[in-house]
């Protein structure tokens, strides 16, 4: 599992580097997500952009990583292909995660404002 990470003041973005998050890689997605949320910043964006299948044990790794975010951090998710996102609204998660349409949208918002 291929994750980038880039950290813009107090936001990390999560880059999902694999076109999909399955069952042959979601024990591992959600191990190296717990290694980047637990200690991290307040704000974790997983840019699913490059992400075109996610089966139900990928959806249950996002959920658990979106689960590992304590206190006041928080994990949104961005850049949901049109299939990505097919799913989240068919299992109604897209009323549990903040989505956003781009990395670039959430940078340039004003809670990243400097």
Do not use: C, W, Y
Not at 9 to 17: A, I, K
Not at 46 to 53: H, N, R
Not at 68 to 92: C, D, H, I, N, W
Request: hydrophobic residues 50%; charged residues 20%.
């Amino acid at each position: 599992m291929e994750l980038g990470i880039r950290d813009t003041g107090d936001t990390r973005v999560v880059h999902v580097g694999e076109a999909r998050i399955d069952a042959a890689v979601a024990i591992q997605f959600k191990d190296q997500m717990r290694d980047l949320i637990v200690g991290g910043p307040n704000r974790v964006i997983l840019d699913l952009s490059a992400v075109t299948f996610v089966d139900s044990s990928g959806l249950g790794a996002i959920v658990a990583a979106m689960k590992q975010a304590v206190g006041p951090q928080q994990l949104e998710l961005a850049g949901l292909t049109r299939s990505v996102a097919k799913v989240f609204a068919l299992t109604r998660m897209d009323r549990v995660f903040t989505i956003h349409d781009s990395v670039d949208a959430v940078l340039a918002g004003p809670a990243n404002a400097e």
